[in-house]
């Protein structure tokens, strides 16, 4: 995708501006892929078989001419805005950065959060095989099979984002950035939905399969925990709009209704 055809879709009325800074990347299930440009990007210059293939050669060509085309854009815009970027990474900076990951891997609720998907391996370790086959026969309501689904899909997603939330809070407290909504605030947010489905995910192994109701049990009041942690350290989180998901677009709709 060269350069202008890049250019023209940014501005294109039809995609929401951000949409994917604040979902799961859960695009298989996502009822917003119609109105996110990183979706039809990927589906666009992915969607033959040859280049669907991920050990395909095509695949990593088109990728890096992706990367290309976007890093050439970004030199455009910051000379526009008068940024130099080569000066951004001094020695200084970078050392500066990783003390904030450091400090933002061993806040308490991060640790929680890499304890958690530890808590889910240990737990499907042995047992996925035996769970899946029992999996394939319940069929009402949400699935075994799509109740793993989901708790593997968020298993590494929370602590993912509440890193992300703790860094950008730790930068936001340093520049004493008080603006609302702040990024991670909306990093929290997704945090914490990632934690309600993953709490509802294993109700509905305990109500399919009583064998480990006590293990169950013990991962749900953990998660519980993590997630009033996490709601009492970003107190703004649940109330944080996330473009496209928490309020319908009204000039989006209008802009769509027109053409
Ligand atoms: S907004 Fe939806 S379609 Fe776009 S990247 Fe996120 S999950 Fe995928």
Redesign the pocket.
Known sequence: MNRDRLKKLAADKRFIAG??NY?????QR?P??SR?L??FISEEEFSDPETHDIRNEAFWNKLSGILGETLELLRESAKKWGIELDTLGSIDDIENIKGKDVAAENHVICRAAKRYSELVEDWFRGRETLFFEIAATAREGVSLEEAFEVIRWYQYFIAAKVIRAIRGKIEEEEERCDEFPSDSDGSAKIALIAIDRSIGAWAVILHYHHLYAERVLEIISFLDRLRQAVEATFPNARSFIRPGFDRIDRNALVSDMES
């Open positions: 949409i994917y979902c799961d990347r859960w695009c996502c917003q892929t996110c990183n979706f």
